[in-house]
């Protein structure tokens, strides 16, 4: 006998459906790697995920296949996390910091179909395309007025975006789907892949939400000093939503003024 009152898988882009409704006026801050500061909502963020979702499908990108990141904290690779694992897919978050071999290594043993990138990591790129698979999709985390002068036929994100609807009905599948993979650094032979997977996420983005919500009021702002790309932030991105935390995100630098 089974008990299936509310019976529903647990999914990552239910988090954010949620944020928008429950928290509107809470907001993503980013400094752009382009200079400026950017600031928008949780509704504003649910659009443009939405927007991205139709993209990353209208791209072919289907259920399982890899999407990689390489890029800084910022609004576009917070979006990144939840529109690839919305639509089924694994957001792959790539450590810049990783040398040139282990770069390749991982982006290749993972089966990467699409990498986007920030600006300030074009140059590694285009270093290392040789290297890297053919038939590998860039795509550059800017607008077109940033667009730079590339070798990697890179297409623009925020082209991508224009034009797309800013709903999206977000399936449902097995909780146990894998959303987000990442590798291991400091290990011996070459890095490891470890798979996340939509009900582990939620779950630990519930378990942290569970002290962020009794020590801050809602609309409180959280700064993750964890990158996004080293294992999801350590569930900031997933728990401060849930709560009506405002987010920071300081871009390349740590500094004072960033």
């Not at 509107?24 to 801050?29: D, F, K, N, S, T």
């Not at 790129?125 to 590998?136: A, F, T, V």
Request: hydrophobic share 40%.
């Amino acid at each position: 006998m089974q008990g299936m009152m509310m019976n529903r898988p647990l999914m990552i882009s239910d988090i954010l459906t949620y944020a928008a409704e429950a928290h509107p006026r809470a907001e993503i801050v980013s400094v752009r790697t382009e200079g400026d500061i950017h600031r928008q909502t949780y509704p504003q963020t649910l659009a443009r995920v939405s927007q991205l979702a139709h993209a990353l499908r209208g791209m072919g990108i289907e259920v399982g296949d890899r999407v990689a990141t390489l890029a800084w904290n910022g609004y576009r690779h917070f979006e990144l996390y939840y529109a690839v694992s919305g639509i089924g897919a694994v957001c792959h978050t790539i450590n810049p910091r990783l040398s040139a071999e282990q770069m390749t290594y991982i982006v290749d043993h993972a089966g990467d179909k699409v990498l986007f990138v920030d600006l300030t990591f074009v140059p590694i790129l285009e270093r290392l395309k040789d290297h890297l698979p053919k038939s590998l999709v860039y795509v550059i985390m800017t607008d077109r007025a940033h667009m730079p002068e590339n070798t990697l036929n890179a297409l623009c994100y925020e082209e991508l975006l224009d034009g797309q609807p800013t709903t999206y009905d977000w399936p449902e599948m097995d909780e146990n789907t894998a959303s987000g993979l990442c590798y291991t650094s400091g290990t011996t032979g070459n890095p490891k892949g470890a798979l996340y997977s939509h009900r582990s996420t939620v779950l630990h983005g519930l378990m942290i939400s569970l002290v962020m919500g009794s020590a801050f009021p809602e609309g409180a702002k959280v700064l993750p000093v964890v990158p996004l790309f080293h294992v999801n932030a350590w569930g900031l991105p997933y728990a401060a939503p849930m709560v009506g935390l405002s987010m920071v995100m300081p871009g390349p630098a740590l500094d004072g003024p960033s």
